[in-house]
């Protein structure tokens, strides 16, 4: 863990204060984890930020006391032992009248319990930090490249571990392993290995199905380091000879990524980057077998803004964004393949942070 940087966080709640006049509020209530995380440095599981104009505090019980103070000494400590008198003090600890609270990660019970303990009015914002979250620093850049790297050298065992015989289960979990053992803190998510005709569901649970010469295998994975994401897709085929759909259809999609990877450039916006991959395959008679987005932020979250899609309003991408291209074909009852890289927007265009090679034969 690197050490607590002033300037940097001073620059994120400044950033936070700017905005609280567009969001009509004079104080905003932080509850998600990742946005906590990213706004104050604290890495516990139980904490709440509340800044307005003149004050940052942070709100969290014993357990956590002595790491807020080390972890996030641009807040200050409020302890707060999960009373009902502990948030009605919490939040007349700062002048604030309408305090803005995060839409999408709130739960009912938790707005109930802030309506019965103080009179504020509680403003529904539905994004707050998340868009500043979108341009990384260099420090981000580097800590998400060393989880892609742990990622790379994974996958690239896949085409010595995945063997007939073996389940999706046992792959996944030699995987999971393989990336704790190069030094993975956890997994970005859980390890997708989808086989054969599973191959044809994007986000397949890995499960009792045994590998089988003659297999499409997609492979997703992401280390976790320090609490950043990283996220990788290989797509191969379990042995010598695979007929001419699977070379079609694999070399569509690569040829999809690859224009995106060769095309992409800052100023771009998402929808016409997501274009970049889904006409050729639009034009090849595959248009409604991609039915997801091109790609997607990759942060604190595995999925975090920009998302690079058909289906929402363009936004521009700049510089400093963290993104996957991940264009996919799905064939009920066939299968499917998907090739996915994590990016680093340059101001020249993307520069990918996975490497691992694309060879998807496993001879067996
Ligand atoms: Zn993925
Ligand atoms: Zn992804």
């Known amino acids: 863990m690197t050490s607590h940087n002033n300037e940097l966080y001073q620059n994120r709640i400044m950033a936070v204060r700017q905005q609280l006049d567009t969001w009509g509020v004079d104080g905003v209530l932080i509850s998600s984890p ?11 599981s139980n904490a709440k930020l509340l800044l307005t104009k003149d ?20 807040f200050t400590l409020f302890k707060h032992q999960r009373r009902a008198e502990d948030d009605a003090a919490f939040f007349t600890a700062v002048s604030a009248t309408h305090i803005g609270i995060e839409a999408n990660h709130i739960t009912l019970a938790e707005f109930e319990r802030l309506q019965k303990a103080t009179s504020h009015n509680w403003v529904s914002l539905a994004e707050t930090v998340e868009p500043l979250r979108q341009v990384k620093t260099a420090d ?26 073996m389940s999706e289960q046992e792959l996944a979990w030699i995987l999971e392993r393989t990336m704790r053992e190069l030094g993975a803190d956890e997994m970005a998510f859980a390890v997708i290995v989808a086989s054969g005709p599973n191959a044809a569901l994007p986000h397949h649970h890995p499960g009792e ?48 990524e690859t224009a995106v990877l060769t095309h992409a450039k800052p100023g771009m916006n998402t ?3 997501d274009a970049l991959a889904r006409d050729p395959i ?28 058909h289906l929402y309003e363009g936004k521009p991408v700049t510089a400093g964004m963290t993104v996957t291209v991940e264009p996919g074909i799905y064939i009920p009852g066939w ?3 998907r090739i996915e890289d994590l990016c680093h927007v340059t101001d020249n265009g993307l520069e990918s942070l996975s490497h691992c090679p694309k060879t998807p034969i496993i001879p067996c």
């Open 282 to 309: 639009t034009a090849a008679g595959h248009g409604d077998h991609f039915g997801h987005g091109l790609g997607h932020g990759v942060g604190l979250d595995i999925h975090e803004n920009p998302f690079l899609s």
């Open 335 to 337: 299968g499917g393949v």
């Open 209 to 256: 199905r045994v590998l089988q010469a003659g297999d499409t295998l997609i492979v997703d994975m992401g280390a976790a380091l320090h609490d950043y994401k990283s996220d990788m897709t290989r797509t191969f085929y379990l042995g010598n000879e695979p007929d001419t759909q699977f070379w079609t259809i694999y070399n569509l999609v690569l040829a999809a």
């Open 271 to 273: 929808k016409e980057i």
């Open 34 to 44: 990742s946005n906590r995380r990213w706004l104050s440095g604290f890495t516990g």
């Open 140 to 165: 981000e850049i580097a800590t998400i490249a060393a989880a892609a790297a742990i990622t790379d050298q994974a996958m690239a065992q896949v085409n010595t571990l995945a063997r007939p015989g």
């Open 55 to 74: 004050a940052a505090l942070l709100a969290t019980d014993f357990r956590y006391w002595e790491q807020a103070a080390a972890q996030a000494p641009d």
